[in-house]
């Protein structure tokens, strides 16, 4: 038997998206957004609230870039996400990340986040106090530790986190379990 929650956010995993912008004046900025996630092969979909610096910054500049938090940059993902930059100007030094602006969009990458999507805003959508902000992956860089072999990503190498929005807990994933497109075939 199953039991019933209501309408609630309890996808799982859920990955943990740290959105990096520049503001008008060039001051970068960050924040961790529960919301987001790829919506067709070269596009990425992020929600988030009207009243953070990062949205004033995103309307500003049509672009941001969306690192993956790993467990290594578990306290700085976080931080950036109970800090606003409207209340703290030094938010990005205190975070310890380090930034390099992004060759293909006018935001920073965040060079300590294993991987990148460099995103082209493409639309914005407003429900409520929520912007839904659907953008163009024009350009996916990582690190050179967290490839294989064959030179492409290698999930097992990333020790990424997910966040759970029931208790509120970040997870580590990475471990393999099957092949797609392949497993199923049994049953065919």
Do not use: W
């Amino acid at each position: 038997m199953k039991k019933n929650f209501g309408a609630k956010p309890y996808m799982f995993p859920q990955p943990v998206l740290i959105v990096a912008t520049y503001g008008e004046d060039g001051a970068p900025d960050a924040m961790n957004v529960a919301y987001g996630g790829i919506v067709n092969s070269n596009r990425i979909q992020i929600n988030i609230g009207v009243r953070h610096k990062t949205t004033d910054n995103i309307k500003a500049k049509g672009a941001f870039t969306v690192g993956i938090a790993d467990v290594k940059n578990l306290a700085a993902s976080d931080y950036v996400g109970i800090v606003s930059g409207h209340d703290e100007p030094q938010k990005m030094e205190k975070s310890g990340f380090h930034l390099r602006k992004s060759e293909f969009v006018d935001a920073p990458v965040i060079e300590d986040l294993p991987i990148t999507l460099e995103c082209k805003v493409e639309e914005i959508n407003r429900y409520e106090e929520t912007l839904r902000i659907v953008a163009e992956i024009v350009n996916v860089c990582a690190e050179e530790t967290v490839l294989g072999d064959d030179g492409e990503i290698e999930p097992s190498k990333l020790d990424i986190i997910s966040y759970d929005p029931v208790h509120h807990g970040y997870y580590k994933l990475g471990q393999k379990v099957g092949d797609a497109f392949k497993d199923g075939m049994q049953l065919k």
